[in-house]
């Protein structure tokens, strides 16, 4: 009889001490959702705000704090049984308060999304500087090959928002006074703007023909609209037959609609008897017109 009772008090006292011993499971557990709804917060953050920021570590020190979750607290006391009640303590309201979006246009975006555009504006930025260094580079050569070989007066260059514009006034280089056959001389200035324009392989191009206010009627042309279209058109033809890509190109004309200085004087009409071949920005994602 006495050894059995006192086998009972120790099967009793073996009861408690296992008891005892599976009180870490409580913070071990209670550390464990705390590193979880800190890993899902990082993970759902995609893009640094500061007011955002300071609501986490508000959030984080309440929740690390133990006010969030007592049972950390009330494990560590002395005496502290697995009967021990968890009376909610003060928890800081402000800390866990969501953040109410300032707009629609700020709303959470994926990190995703937010990597493409960021590398779509890099791309943009890019893009713009290579095109701006093209369009300088066509234009000097364009200005010192037209000083070399006289066409200094004939031959303007200019970057717009447009793009690169080339005038080239039609008086005794391109055409005749009434006619749209180009005239040998221009042969070779046409060959190297082709040449130049084939360096922008992906721009395309506009040609444009201009006349002065002098109505013109003659059987081919009756009046300067069918006139500065064909003369656009005879310029097309010649650079697509000398390499650049027809698919680029296109003709219009315009008559006297779009004036570059006065038809009160015989320099202004010379001035406005002109093509004008414009290579057309490419769209960078930066505001360009096309």
Known sequence: MPRGHGGGRRRGGGHKEEASDERWLLTYADMIT?????????????????????????????????????????????????NTSHAPSSIDVQAIVPVTAP??????????????????????????????????????????????????????????????????LTDDLLFASGEASLNTRSNSLLSEIGRLLNLAGEHPIEVEGNTDNVPIHSGAYPSNWELSTARASTVVRFLAEHGVGAARMTAAGFADQRPVASDA???????NRRVEIVLKRVDTGEGEEP
């Open 103 to 168: 707009s629609t246009s700020q709303t959470l975006q994926s990190p995703a999304h937010t990597a493409a555009g960021q590398v779509a504006q890099a791309q943009a930025a890019i893009g713009a500087q290579n095109q701006a260094r093209l369009f300088t580079q066509i234009k000097h050569e364009l200005d010192e090959y037209a000083r070399i070989h006289g066409f200094g007066s004939k031959v303007q260059t200019s970057i717009t928002p447009r793009g690169l514009v080339i005038k080239v």
């Open 265 to 271: 004087t015989a320099a202004g009409r010379a001035r």
């Open 34 to 82: 705390l590193l979880m709804a800190l890993f899902m917060v990082l993970f759902s953050i995609s893009s640094v705000n500061i007011s955002k920021v300071q609501v986490l570590q508000k959030s984080l020190r309440a929740a690390f704090s133990g006010d969030i979750l007592p049972g950390g607290k009330a494990i560590a006391k002395p005496g502290a049984s697995a």
